[in-house]
């Protein structure tokens, strides 16, 4: 954390960024830290290669988070929540990064963390970004408002799953708490954060829980094909939150949801509640990352429907 302040404490002109998709964690960590470093006298630009949800926009200076990047070259690069380069999409910045032509200072709490940056403040013990940031906000002694509460408090929230996933922990309570008692606004969170369903996206979510089946594994697997976006006019975005409910079937290995995309990839979401299942090692395999309960990949491709005929000889 010390290496961490001092690289911030020599740097004027900061970008932050975070990941493509982006999540709770990924702008709350952002949003929180643009406002620590702008009121301590930084130029800060905040940017995120994907346009933030729709469910995001309540989190306080989302506006701030620029999709195309300014001309001006900052002196130093904090990402924050993103394992690897290649997660920030923008294509000049993966360059920079791995040519280490400016600073970078990579705040993360992934596993797969590629420790990409000049400095790297990565604690996989954490359940989120927020809470590393949390943390280093304590260590440099800042005050924290009811606005950078709020952000914290949501990336906590949006990466525990709302306190339900096993990353949840004594400390991530604490800290809800001690944010709680700093102003962070619990119902603007969930009223935003959760109670924000279209027609379109509960139809699409009914694709997913009538394909889903249990293989003869005990994983629980569904799909979605882009006809089951185009005929319920959704798209893959409006995905987020339904693994939850796939991965809620007792004594299961893990569940698998794989979703093509526009671009002809498929996206494949893993969970488990399995303490036997590494979900890395099996995203790892298809060139993805995450955490051992929650991990994705992506590959070029589509879904192909397999019918399989076979008979049983009876006895
Ligand atoms: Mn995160």
């Given at each position: 954390?010390?290496?961490?302040?001092?690289?911030?404490?020599?740097?004027?002109?900061?970008?932050?960024?975070?990941?493509?998709?982006?999540?709770?964690?990924?702008?709350?960590?952002?949003?929180?830290?643009?406002?620590?470093?702008?009121?301590?006298?930084?130029?800060?630009?905040?940017?995120?290669?994907?346009?933030?949800?729709?469910?995001?926009?309540?989190?306080?200076?989302?506006?701030?988070?620029?999709?195309?990047?300014?001309?001006?070259?900052?002196?130093?690069?904090?990402?924050?929540?993103?394992?690897?380069?290649?997660?920030?999409?923008?294509?000049?910045?993966?360059?920079?990064?791995?040519?280490?032509?400016?600073?970078?200072?990579?705040?993360?709490?992934?596993?797969?963390?590629?420790?990409?940056?000049?400095?790297?403040?990565?604690?996989?013990?954490?359940?989120?970004?927020?809470?590393?940031?949390?943390?280093?906000?304590?260590?440099?002694?800042?005050?924290?408002?009811?606005?950078?509460?709020?952000?914290?408090?949501?990336?906590?929230?949006?990466?525990?799953?709302?306190?339900?996933?096993?990353?949840?922990?004594?400390?991530?309570?604490?800290?809800?708490?001690?944010?709680?008692?700093?102003?962070?606004?619990?119902?603007?969170?969930?009223?935003?954060?959760?109670?924000?369903?279209?027609?379109?996206?509960?139809?699409?979510?009914?694709?997913?829980?009538?394909?889903?089946?249990?293989?003869?594994?005990?994983?629980?697997?569904?799909?979605?094909?882009?006809?089951?976006?185009?005929?319920?006019?959704?798209?893959?975005?409006d995905l987020t939150g339904i693994i939850n409910y796939l991965n809620s079937v007792p004594n299961t290995k893990m569940t698998i949801l794989l979703a093509e995309d526009t671009k002809g990839n498929v996206k494949g979401s893993i969970r488990t509640q399995n303490n036997k299942i590494d979900a890395t090692k099996i995203?790892?395999?298809?060139?993805?990352?995450?955490?051992?309960?929650?991990?994705?990949?992506?590959?070029?491709?589509?879904?192909?429907?397999?019918?399989?005929?076979?008979?049983?000889?009876?006895?």
């Open positions: 954390m010390e290496d961490a302040f001092k690289i911030i404490d020599q740097s004027e002109k900061i970008l932050i960024l975070s990941h493509r998709n982006p999540d709770g964690d990924t702008i709350g960590a952002n949003l929180a830290l643009h406002n620590v470093l702008a009121v301590n006298g930084k130029q800060v630009i905040s940017a995120c290669a994907d346009q933030i949800p729709f469910s995001l926009v309540f989190l306080p200076g989302s506006s701030k988070i620029l999709i195309n990047l300014p001309d001006d070259k900052p002196d130093l690069i904090i990402t924050v929540d993103a394992s690897s380069p290649a997660q920030l999409k923008y294509e000049n910045i993966i360059t920079t990064i791995q040519k280490k032509d400016i600073p970078v200072l990579n705040i993360d709490h992934h596993a797969t963390n590629k420790k990409f940056g000049t400095e790297n403040l990565v604690d996989v013990n954490a359940a989120s970004t927020t809470e590393v940031l949390y943390n280093f906000f304590k260590f440099m002694e800042i005050g924290i408002t009811p606005q950078i509460a709020t952000c914290l408090l949501a990336g906590l929230y949006s990466d525990t799953g709302s306190f339900m996933h096993s990353n949840t922990s004594r400390s991530s309570f604490d800290i809800a708490s001690d944010l709680m008692s700093k102003g962070a606004s619990l119902s603007f969170i969930i009223e935003n954060m959760f109670k924000t369903h279209t027609v379109e996206q509960l139809r699409l979510w009914g694709r997913v829980l009538e394909n889903a089946r249990k293989n003869k594994n005990g994983s629980i697997v569904s799909k979605v094909t882009q006809s089951d976006f185009d005929e319920t006019q959704s798209s893959p975005r995203s790892g395999k298809f060139g993805g990352g995450g955490h051992a309960k929650a991990a994705g990949f992506t590959i070029p491709g589509k879904i192909i429907s397999e019918e399989v005929w076979r008979i049983e000889k009876l006895d």
